[in-house]
């Protein structure tokens, strides 16, 4: 119960910050009654919002925007005229001979409702929790790889310098392949594990393909000073970045696979062109 009123308090003060933030009325033409005795507006007279938490309102006169009751009930006399009336946690009698303009709403949480809300904070609480972990852990790894990876991208920014476009279409047409070569190989028992071994290399290149995109792009596009840090503070800057980046809502999920796609063929080509050339000095 004490839960439920500090809870009742914050949805009155919010709601009525909502409510009033437009209006321009006088403090005189707010009644507010927090427990105690009933919230009353008689005969004749008039308010513009009436706001009770934890008793009752009991309205025989003019209210022209809002009746807010929290954990109270709300009483309209024939003689009533109102607007809206919200009732959290009570009951409306209403016997008003004016119909109420806008609309009465009445929520009485029963445990199941409440036991739905909790559980589905609880998931959402989960989900964000889990969505840190895994951003953390990601600014950790591509910190980590980048900084230990860092002398080697000299290669991958020239391709990335001239042919982004061609990266992006093989990688978008190499993921294809592969996705079409799991969901084949995982309709039998035997090529499941083959197929969860696909995925798990095309999930690697487009990670490591992502690293040199990252470094090429921060080389690109921030200031001249960030070069100048130390590389384990610069690719923690990056790799920061990088995270919000993807983290933005909906966008986040494009980018991320933009990035994905051009990573994994940026990882094709190197491979690729890794072994054209041994097999070259080979025959050499």
Not at 89 to 118: I, R, Y
Not at 164 to 178: C, K, Q
Not at 251 to 274: H, R
Request: charged letters at 15%; zero cysteines.
């Amino acid at each position: 119960m004490k839960k439920a009123g500090i809870t009742g308090t914050f949805l009155a003060l919010m709601l009525l910050f909502l409510v009033s933030w437009p209006a321009q009325a006088q403090a005189s033409d707010m009644l507010t009654q927090l427990g105690g005795n009933p919230a009353e507006v008689g005969a004749g007279q008039r308010v513009d919002t009436v706001v009770a938490v934890g008793t009752d309102a009991r309205i025989a006169g003019w209210v022209k925007d809002i009746v807010l009751v929290i954990n109270g009930n709300v009483i309209l006399a024939p003689s009533a005229r109102v607007d809206l009336v919200i009732d959290l946690g009570g009951h409306v009698a209403n016997f008003a001979s004016e119909k109420v303009k806008t609309g009465v709403f009445e929520m009485n949480p029963t445990s199941g409702v409440t036991q739905d809300f909790l559980v589905g904070a609880l998931l959402l609480i989960g989900t964000w929790l889990v969505r840190l972990l895994a951003s953390l852990v990601g600014i950790l790894l591509l910190t980590g790889l980048g900084y230990a990876l860092h002398r080697h991208f000299e290669r991958a920014a020239a391709f990335l310098e001239h042919a982004p476009g061609r990266l992006f279409a093989i990688g978008v047409a190499g993921a294809l392949v592969s996705w079409a070569l799991t969901v084949l190989l995982s309709l039998t028992i035997v090529g499941i594990p083959v197929a969860v071994f696909v995925f798990f290399l095309s999930f690697l290149a487009a990670f490591l393909g992502v690293l040199p995109l990252i470094d090429y792009l921060g080389r690109e596009f921030l200031n001249a000073r960030v070069q100048t840090y130390p590389p384990i503070t610069r690719w923690l800057l990056l790799a920061s970045l990088f995270t919000a980046l993807i983290n933005i809502p909906l966008l986040g999920f494009l980018f991320l696979l933009i990035f994905g796609a051009v990573g994994f063929g940026l990882t094709t080509v190197l491979l690729w062109s890794f072994f054209k050339e041994r097999k070259r000095r080979r025959l050499t």
